[in-house]
């Protein structure tokens, strides 16, 4: 069975950083794009980062500059390298399997990790 699994994550104070690893299990993690996706409290899941097989990293603008995304092929593992964290990116933050053609798209996610930015 493939699975997502996700560690990382907490809290911490605006400017601070975290970083989040995704861990594949049942499948290769090369051979597929990526995404990170989060969903903040009341609001609906929103793409934040994608990443392309060989390693081409996509971004929202809100978190370009201070987030990257990173894969490691031959250690099944997807991280999310999160700087100057600021109130508005608190939220649940989810790996995902790429699914189809747009990179909104998804077909296979991590349990999740909640990132709270507070002081």
């Known amino acids: 069975e493939a699975q997502l699994v996700q560690s990382g994550g907490g809290m911490v104070q605006p400017g601070g950083s975290l970083r989040l690893s995704c861990t594949t299990s049942?499948?290769?993690?090369?051979?597929?794009?990526m995404n990170w996706v989060r969903q903040a409290p009341g609001k609906g899941p929103e793409w934040v980062s994608g990443i392309t097989i060989v390693g081409y990293g996509y971004y929202i603008d809100p978190v370009m500059g201070r987030f990257t995304i990173s894969r490691d092929n031959t250690k099944n593992t997807l991280y999310l390298q999160m700087n100057n964290l600021q109130p508005e990116d608190t939220a649940v933050y989810y790996c995902?399997?790429?699914?189809?053609?747009?990179?909104?798209?998804?077909?296979?996610w991590g349990q999740g990790t909640q990132v709270t930015v507070s002081s």
């Open positions: 995902a399997r790429r699914y189809g053609n747009s990179w909104s798209g998804s077909d296979l």
């Open positions: 049942g499948l290769t993690l090369g051979m597929f794009d």
